[in-house]
């Protein structure tokens, strides 16, 4: 590792628990409101944490031959599904592991799955295609051939869902089956967020750019100037901020007034790599960011994209996952080494609080 | 994570028929200890035996600024993306492209991503031809002569269909397109795994290594002869030429065997590469230095070559000796004095003679040539020149690599371009080598003389 060395945490991040799987774990997430801390390693190991403790509550080997690509955890929080190279879904309940439904898509990856937020829906990108099930595992929707691979997906309200891939992003009313509105621009769209409101709509772009639309108005922007690709973007939990990877600083664009086109973003600078993940709190303005020097730092931001550290702490390898607890009272980082590690997180009472840097 | 190992990249071009299944299914199945993965992209030819194969659609994708060094393969990043996270499971990637693909964006890929980058490198670029085909297909797409342009390998196949002389025509063209890549002849595609795979073509000093001149000459001169000496003076003697000057580096104890001319011609190129030093009729010829004979007097212009004990002396000239009736006398006590009964004197007969392939015109669009001068180069002229010419021509200059000697570095620069992406990275350094500048360009109706003295303009 270089440019950093290991450091106990910091601020408000304190000790917590920590854990080790067998591959590089890839995605993670707080099931059955908080009680349960799901990862999923690249070897398709599938694990479940007791929140509190970090005590195994199950495992399962080898649930995607080739390799696990992609989970997402239902609104409620009882049921996941998790996605492979071997071109399935798997739907599985929290409580013990067990597996409910398998679907088969077909042959090739499928990178993307996301539940809606009522949780009647769970698309599916495959290759150039979405398809949209609904909760008994039965197709519900399929969309038409996108000119190229989709690259990510997003649901604007639970009928309402976004797709980007090169050269545009399009949104699709998937209870009436029809396209509600195209937004193109030539460039190849890497990620994509969308505010709360489902207004703003930010894409990651190859050529290190950070892309944006309003829906309402139709305006659209480009941020650029960033020194590698912004693949990681988040916005709070009220749309005010959105924070951008792309460089081993945080960059964060207000949409107060009339920004973030022209002006000067808040740039939050403490790790020594380019940011590998961005999460918000479920409440109020705490970003965390993790990096692939391994450094998870947690801060607090100004509506006006100004921020400071509150919190840091090591995650031991390159960060590819952060998550804060339901109710935010932990904060959990996932490694590419497999490490697994959640921090407390809380205003530290006795000891003063350190500087940073 | 930068001290981890990063895992090299071969990318396999060749239009359809040429034999890249054959070429794949070979390296996967033979005894390597590799974990190989394979991101295939053509559809319908022969099936893949094993390992881990993953298809992906070719998807090239251009950015809004349209420019073309900036356009990537975005399935690649996708497919690598992902891939990389189980690096313990392969440590060596294949990419096979469609024989329509342009090579530029999946070479570029490596290059203009952040996070490829940071976790592989390519290794090299290996072209197929069919040998029976490919004839054909130069002429009519762009495509193929973009691939064996960006080959650092042109293995020529199915040779067992095609005349001898026709596959030497062949060979001659495509190294004329491209004098840096290595040609290897095959049948079946039956060529040793160590030739397409870790190349460390884009690692410019196992390049050097291999192949200490790094090019493929077209030597700066045409002609060699060889003359057995005695002791005593001689007169190199030229008549009325196409050149007012002529370039002339003379060798003492050269062989006449094709080994000891080829190293004699090594040898010379290197002294080409330096200033000339131009001498006037009369003058005594030095040995082993890059001179420029006068040549502007009318008539017979003669120089002296003095040879202290019997030698042979190998003769490395610009033009061919025919062009200037070249030809070598003694120069006898009594006679020396009175010049006008030169027929007197007897010629000395080369006991060896060669003509060598010079720079000749070119035929395809898709060329390649050399710029190699012994000096330093400051490295702001140096720098705005090439930001300038890639600028203007980086669409049509496919492939740069080479070494600069920068004013004042004690480091040699080494240089790599695909299109208008170049990188200039302090490498070894000098120490007591001869500081020189050797650079490729391969590329599409190059205007060499231009960037020649372009180049010139930058040396200190």
């Known amino acids: 590792m270089s440019g950093i060395e290991a450091f106990s945490p910091k601020g408000m991040l304190h000790e917590g628990w920590s854990a080790h799987v067998a591959d590089y774990a890839i995605v993670c997430g707080w099931a059955l409101q908080g009680k349960t801390f799901l990862v999923g390693d690249v070897a398709g190991g599938l694990y479940a944490f007791e929140g509190e403790s970090g005590k195994l509550i199950w495992q399962t080997k080898d649930i995607h031959k080739g390799g696990l690509l992609a989970m997402s955890i239902h609104p409620d929080g009882n049921t996941f599904a998790t996605a492979g190279q071997d071109g399935n879904v798997c739907i599985w309940e929290s409580k013990e592991g ?46 038409e051939e996108h000119p190229s691979t989709v690259s990510a997906i997003a649901w604007s309200n639970s009928n309402e869902l976004a797709t980007s891939c090169y050269g545009q ?6 209870v009436s089956d029809k396209i509600n509105q195209k937004l193109e621009w030539r460039g190849s769209l890497v990620s994509m967020v969308l505010s709360p409101d489902g207004d703003i709509v930010a894409c990651g772009s190859q050529d290190n750019s950070v892309h944006f639309w309003r829906r309402s108005t139709d305006q659209d922007s480009e941020m650029t100037g960033y020194p590698g690709k912004p693949s990681h973007l988040a916005f709070d939990q009220t749309g005010t901020v959105l924070a951008t990877g792309g460089s081993d600083r945080v960059t964060v664009w207000s949409f107060q007034g009339d920004g973030p086109e022209g002006t000067v973003p808040g740039e939050l ?28 730092f947690s801060w607090f931001l100004q509506k006006d994209g100004q921020g400071d550290p509150i919190g840091g702490a090591f995650a031991g390898d390159l960060v590819s996952q952060i998550a804060w607890h339901p109710d935010d009272t932990a904060l959990a980082a996932i490694n590419a080494n497999g490490g697994v590690t959640v921090w407390d997180f809380k205003v530290r009472i006795k000891t003063v609080p350190q500087g940073f840097g | 994570m930068s001290n981890k190992q990063k895992v090299p990249v071969t990318i396999l071009t060749g239009f359809l028929g040429s034999g890249k299944t054959t070429l794949l299914n070979r390296i996967l199945s033979e005894e390597h200890g590799k974990k190989i993965a394979v991101i295939e ?16 659609d070719e998807e090239v994708f251009e950015m809004s600024n349209g420019c073309i060094c900036c356009t990537v393969r975005g399935d690649l990043i996708r ?12 440590d060596y990637v294949l990419v096979e492209t469609t024989g329509l693909a342009d090579p530029g964006p999946v070479a570029q890929t490596f290059f203009m991503d952040d996070e490829i980058r940071e976790e592989f490198s390519l290794d090299g670029i290996v072209t197929l031809v069919d040998a029976a085909h490919i004839e054909q297909q130069l002429g009519h797409s762009d495509e193929s002569s973009e691939q064996v342009a960006f080959a650092d390998v042109l293995v020529l196949n199915k040779t067992d269909l095609v005349k001898d002389e026709s596959l030497d025509n062949l060979e001659a063209r495509l190294r004329d397109m491209n004098r840096m890549a290595r040609v290897i002849r095959s049948k079946q595609a039956d060529v040793s795994i160590d030739t397409v795979l870790n190349l460390s073509a884009f690692d410019l000093d196992q390049v050097l290594q291999r192949r200490p001149t790094f090019l493929e000459p077209e030597y700066p001169f045409e002609w060699t002869g060889v003359f057995s000496l005695d002791k005593g003076r001689y007169e190199l003697s030229l008549e009325e030429g196409p050149d007012p000057s002529m370039s002339l580096v003379m060798f003492l104890d050269q062989g006449k065997d094709e080994t000891s001319l080829n190293t004699g011609a090594e040898s010379c190129l290197r002294l080409y590469a330096e200033q000339e030093q131009p001498i006037n009729p009369g003058d005594i010829v ?36 025919e062009e200037f009736n070249l030809r070598i006398t003694k120069v006898k006590a009594s006679i020396a004095v009175d010049k006008s009964n030169a027929q007197n004197v007897s010629t000395i007969s080369p006991i060896a003679e060669r003509v060598w392939v010079a720079e000749h015109e070119h035929d395809d669009e898709v060329g390649s040539f050399a710029i190699e001068r012994v000096g330093d180069v400051d490295p702001e002229k140096l720098n705005r020149w090439l930001s300038r010419l890639l600028s203007e021509k980086g669409v049509d200059i496919f492939r740069t690599k080479g070494f600069i000697s920068y004013a004042g570095e004690s480091r040699r620069i080494v240089f790599q371009g695909v299109h208008m992406l170049f990188t200039a990275q302090p490498d070894k350094e000098w120490g007591n080598a001869t500081r020189r500048n050797q650079l490729v360009f391969i590329g599409r109706n190059l205007d060499e003389a231009e960037m020649i003295q372009e180049f010139d303009k930058c040396l200190v």
């Open chain 1, 98 to 143: 067990k597996s409910t439904k398998n679907l088969e898509i077909g042959k090739g990856w499928v990178e993307h799955i996301k539940w809606s937020p009522d949780g009647n829906f769970l698309a599916v990108v495959f290759n150039k295609y979405v398809y949209v099930f609904d909760g008994k595992g039965r197709e519900h929707w399929r969309s």
């Open chain 1, 169 to 174: 992003v399009t949104f699709f009313d998937v």
């Open chain 1, 269 to 296: 600078m403490l790790h020594t790599e380019p940011i590998s993940c961005l999460a918000f709190s479920h409440s109020g303005m705490l970003l965390a960011s993790g990096a692939r020097d391994g450094s998870v």
């Open chain 2, 41 to 56: 992209n053509e559809y319908g030819e022969v099936g893949i035996d094993q390992g881990l194969v993953i298809n992906a």
């Open chain 2, 79 to 90: 497919v690598l993306g992902n891939l990389m996270k189980r690096r313990d499971k392969f």
């Open chain 2, 286 to 321: 030095p040995v082993g230095k890059h001179v420029s004979l006068q040549l502007q007097s009318e008539g017979t212009k003669s120089f002296l070559i003095d040879v202290e004990k019997a030698t042979d002396i190998g003769l490395f000239t610009q033009h061919t000796a």
